[in-house]
């Protein structure tokens, strides 16, 4: 992969100036765009954003960030707006390395701190093997995306479950969720929603997909098997081959 394949997409809602910080981060290195979901806008804020759109939450960003998904673009970086990174083209030219030359679906960056502990950095100074990667900073191929995109806003509009389905596609494809502990980034805790309400739209929206994928979900998500060991543990509970 080369940096030209790469869209960057940084989403945002009520967290403008994070949000025009890191577009102006990564643009010199590949295509931004600055996409907003119904923010308030300050002087000046507004014509900083490549799309403005009213409130769609996450999925209905990750569906305009794939609509742009075409040509030599191949591969998406999701960022939301309020992760701090500190080094952008570090990043852009690490997915590209990682992409090149790893069996890798989806990627991201090591967490300062995650409710999910197998982002968390872990000092090994290398990429770790898990079972999915959370969907805050993480890359995605357009191919795995061609096969949920454009998710129904009726069913999942929050966007819980979507980076978990994602592992599963790695899986499927033989392919690895990788974590960087080479890089790590600062997203903070909260979500600023109802959990009960995401989880109730997760629980929605897998049940459109096939069992293995629900059953994938199921597994993922228990703190013991979220890493490489889960991983394999997965492959064995849900029949898939390689």
């Not at 025009?20 to 900083?48: M, Q, V």
């Not at 609509?67 to 030219?93: F, N």
């Not at 090591?110 to 900073?137: D, I, P, Q, W, Y």
Request: glycine share 8%; hydrophobic share 40%; net charge negative.
């Amino acid at each position: 992969m080369e940096s030209k394949n790469l869209l960057v997409a940084i989403i945002n809602h009520n967290d403008n100036q994070n949000g025009i910080s890191l577009k102006k981060a990564f643009a010199p290195y590949a295509k931004t765009l600055l996409i907003d979901s119904g923010s308030d806008f300050a002087e000046g804020e507004k014509e900083e954003f490549d799309i403005r759109l009213p409130n769609v939450y996450y999925n209905g960003l990750l569906n305009e960030a794939y609509s742009y998904l075409h040509g030599e673009l191949t591969h998406l970086l999701l960022i939301t707006s309020d992760v701090e990174i500190q080094d952008a083209k570090a990043l852009i030219d690490r997915i590209t390395e990682v992409y090149s030359t790893k069996r890798v679906g989806v990627y991201a960056p090591s967490a300062c701190h995650s409710t999910h502990g197998h982002m968390n950095n872990k000092g090994t100074g290398k990429l770790r093997k898990v079972t999915f990667t959370e969907g805050f900073c993480f890359v995605m191929p357009k191919e795995y995306l061609d096969q949920i995109c454009p998710i129904d806003l009726e069913v999942n509009r929050i966007g819980h479950g979507i980076d978990v389905f994602m592992g599963y596609l790695s899986m499927k494809n033989k392919e690895y969720a990788l974590v960087d502990d080479t890089i790590v980034v600062d997203h903070p805790h909260g979500s600023g929603y109802s959990d009960k309400e995401a989880r109730v739209q997760r629980d929605n929206w897998f049940a459109l997909h096939e069992k293995k994928a629900r059953i994938f979900h199921i597994w993922a998500t228990t703190d013991i098997l979220k890493n490489i060991f889960g991983f394999y543990l997965i492959r064995l509970r849900i029949g898939l081959s390689g």
